[in-house]
Nanobody, 116 residues
């Protein structure tokens, strides 16, 4: 059974930091490209950051470049998103995504709220 379980979300003040984790099981994690997406109320889901299966190549949305860092530990079947200098506009549900060819998996999401 494929599972992607996100954790680490919560309420944080502007300028603060959070680290999201996504634990994967039920598939060969090291062969999948992993990404983080987010969806704010009333908006479409958008790509935040992605990382290649080997971890060597990453990409980021312009809105988070320099503030967020995606990483993965293939030995632990886990992908992370370190979020620094958080802004109110980063408030959203954050989803973990795994892709390999036509195989796509999603997590259930974790809420991140940036507010004073």
């Amino acid at each position: 059974q494929v599972q992607l379980v996100e954790s680490g979300g919560g309420l944080v003040q502007p300028g603060g930091s959070l680290r999201l984790s996504c634990a994967a099981s039920g598939f060969t994690f090291s062969r999948y490209r992993m990404s983080w997406y987010r969806q704010a109320p009333g908006k479409e889901r958008e790509l935040v950051a992605g990382i290649a299966s080997t971890g060597g190549i990453t990409n980021y949305a312009d809105s988070v470049k320099g503030r967020f860092t995606i990483s993965r530990d293939n030995a632990k079947n886990t992908v992370y998103l370190q979020m620094n200098s958080l802004k109110p506009e980063d408030t959203a549900v954050y989803y973990c995504n795994a892709v390999r060819f036509q195989s796509i998996h999603w997590g259930q999401g974790t809420q991140v709220t940036v507010s004073s």
